[in-house]
């Protein structure tokens, strides 16, 4: 059982370049969640989501994010025209529909915009 | 005001020290989670309390309820312990509110 498994780790991107990150749920989870960190602040929910369904977008800057969960393949979270202020790290989470004990967090991603 | 606040924000102790950290909520939660992140690096789960108390080695988690208050303690702590530990409550619709997160720095 591998966890969560996020890729890349570490992104760069030059600014008005897009970035597509993966998250691929732990075995067995069908509920998956996008985390952002930003540079010495706490964790922000971003989005959270079940196969090809968004249940919950509140966390999401309304222009240039969007995320998917396709009924095969990793969630993506895609950044479209990357500013600097993008710049942080991007955890997911993934969880079986009723969160008991099987809340578990990936590595995370950590987005460079230079 | 944050729904979850931690204190303190940062903690350094001697190796050996007993060390806790304090987590209060003002939503109503259906658990609480105590996470752990090393510098640049992952998030794990540590805890998930609804009620009482939780041990894992020398990890001790406890919460209550009626005070909305839980506290994650540390016993006879290691270099190794030094990291981020964030405090966050599960509310409905598997949402979650978190805190800032207090950094430990244990000194050999």
């Known amino acids: 059982n591998a966890g969560v498994m996020q890729n890349p780790r570490h992104l760069v991107r030059r600014r008005g370049q897009e970035a597509r990150l993966r998250c691929s749920p732990m075995?067995?989870?069908?509920?998956v969640y996008w985390y952002r960190q930003l540079p010495e602040e706490g964790l922000k929910f971003m989005v959270y989501?079940?196969?090809?369904?968004?249940?919950?977008e509140s966390g999401m800057p309304k222009e240039r994010f969007s995320a998917e969960f396709p009924k095969e393949g990793p969630s993506i979270l895609r950044i479209q025209q990357v500013v600097r202020g993008d710049s942080a790290a991007y955890f997911c989470?993934?969880?079986?529909?009723?969160?008991?004990?099987?809340?578990?967090f990936g590595s995370g991603t950590r987005l460079t915009v230079v | 005001k944050n729904e979850v606040e931690q204190s303190p924000q940062n903690l350094t102790a001697q190796e050996g020290e007993f060390i806790t950290i304090n987590c209060s909520y003002s939503?109503?939660?259906?658990?609480l989670h105590w996470l752990q992140q090393h510098p640049g690096g992952g998030i794990v789960s540590l805890f998930m309390?609804?009620?009482g108390k939780k041990k894992h080695g020398r990890l001790i988690a406890t919460i209550n309820i009626q005070e909305k208050h839980s506290s994650l303690h540390i016993t006879a702590s290691h270099p190794r312990d030094s990291a981020v530990y964030i405090c966050?409550?599960?509310?409905?619709?598997?949402?979650?509110?978190f805190g800032t997160g207090t950094s430990l720095t244990v000194i050999p």
């Open positions: 309390l609804s009620s």
């Open positions: 966050a409550g599960g509310v409905a619709g598997n949402q979650f509110y």
């Open positions: 989501l079940q196969k090809e369904n968004i249940i919950d």
């Open positions: 939503v109503g939660i259906s658990a």
């Open positions: 989470a993934s969880s079986p529909p009723v969160v008991r004990s099987g809340y578990t």
């Open positions: 075995k067995g989870h069908s509920h």
